[in-house]
């Protein structure tokens, strides 16, 4: 296979303390994608294992970014040393170079002398990835009868860019327990964090009894959906309904439920990325799941 056309263009990797190419790949995200990731500077800053790889002018505007950090994940009840791909983009005048084949041949290189044992990432473009060795996961959410509320009300909203609040969110992150036992994140506070304040419609709640952070939303009347909940022991889907006040007839959940006490049943997420996999090829999720959004990246 060729190699990329580098000309007027020099690689750096591991930038993300120069303000300037933090800056140029703020730039590149919002321009590519629409997508702000400056705010991460005030929740706590990136994933402090986070490792970018990428191509710049020699004015510094990255025109090429592929990242990877660690990302711990539990599948199937066994903890799985991995990593996560994210911020993968190619500014159209400098794409058809093979930049973004190079960055990615660069980046799991990276992976596996760090000795990760899988590599995951979502994408809108899952056969860019298959020629690496990367397999689409099924994802499934869950639905069901609401149960009744089962508890005392007691909640207030959390603001993440609130100083004390977010000193609770991430003491909270830094203990919570995953959400599930068939997949779930172990921690990633820096994406929990940041998708706070990219998805407009999820409210995030602090139930004190419980000492657990509730991401939800609410789409419809009588319709509440369950993000994630970030807590050292997950309180019941009843008792997360009483204790935000909250009467629904119909129960979602972005996570396999298998914490939260509840009758339900699995369907299809069709959702507009995949979430890819590689390594780990000889296991498959022992029951339908997905990783909670609060988790994308």
């Known amino acids: 296979m060729s190699a990329a056309d580098t000309t007027g263009l020099n690689f750096r ?5 120069d303000p300037a190419a933090w800056a140029a790949l703020v ?7 629409g997508i702000d990731i400056d705010p991460l500077r005030a929740l706590g800053g990136p994933d402090p294992t986070s490792m970018p790889f990428g191509w710049l002018t020699d004015e510094g505007v990255l025109v090429a970014n592929l990242s990877a950090f660690a990302m711990p994940f539990i599948l199937n009840g066994r903890l799985i040393n991995a990593a996560g791909l994210q911020s993968g983009a190619v500014r159209p005048p400098w794409r058809g170079r093979g ?14 002398a760090q000795g990760f044992e899988a590599v995951i990432l979502y994408t809108d473009k899952p056969a860019l990835y298959e020629n690496y060795g990367f397999r689409s996961l099924p994802l499934s959410k869950y639905v069901g ?10 909640s207030r909203i959390l603001q993440p860019r609130d100083a004390n609040d977010l ?15 068939t997949l779930a994140v172990t921690g990633s506070p820096a994406m929990f964090l940041i998708n706070t304040q990219l998805d407009p419609d999820v409210r995030l709640s602090y139930l004190e009894e419980h000492k657990a952070a509730i991401a939800w939303k609410m789409p419809a009347v009588g319709h509440f ?12 889907l009843a ?39 590689r390594g780990l090829e000889d296991i498959g999720l ?10 994308d990246f």
Request: one cysteine or more.
């Open 225 to 236: 959906v369950l993000v994630d909940v970030v807590a050292a022991e997950i309180p019941s």
């Open 239 to 277: 008792a997360i309904l009483a204790g935000l006040g909250i009467e629904a007839t119909i129960a979602e959940t972005l996570f396999r439920p298998d914490r939260l006490g509840w009758s339900n049943e699995a369907v299809p997420y069709e959702g507009r990325t995949r979430l890819m996999v």
């Open 99 to 112: 930049l973004y084949r190079d960055l990615t041949r660069k980046t799991l290189a990276w992976c596996e």
């Open 286 to 295: 022992d029951h339908p799941a997905m990783l909670s959004p609060m988790a």
């Open 145 to 154: 009868a609401a149960p009744v509320a089962i508890g005392a009300v007691g």
């Open 27 to 33: 730039s590149l995200l919002d321009d590519t994608f």
């Open 13 to 17: 990797q591991d930038y993300f303390g």
């Open 167 to 181: 000193f609770l969110i991430q003491s909270l992150l830094a203990k919570r327990k995953p959400v599930s036992e």
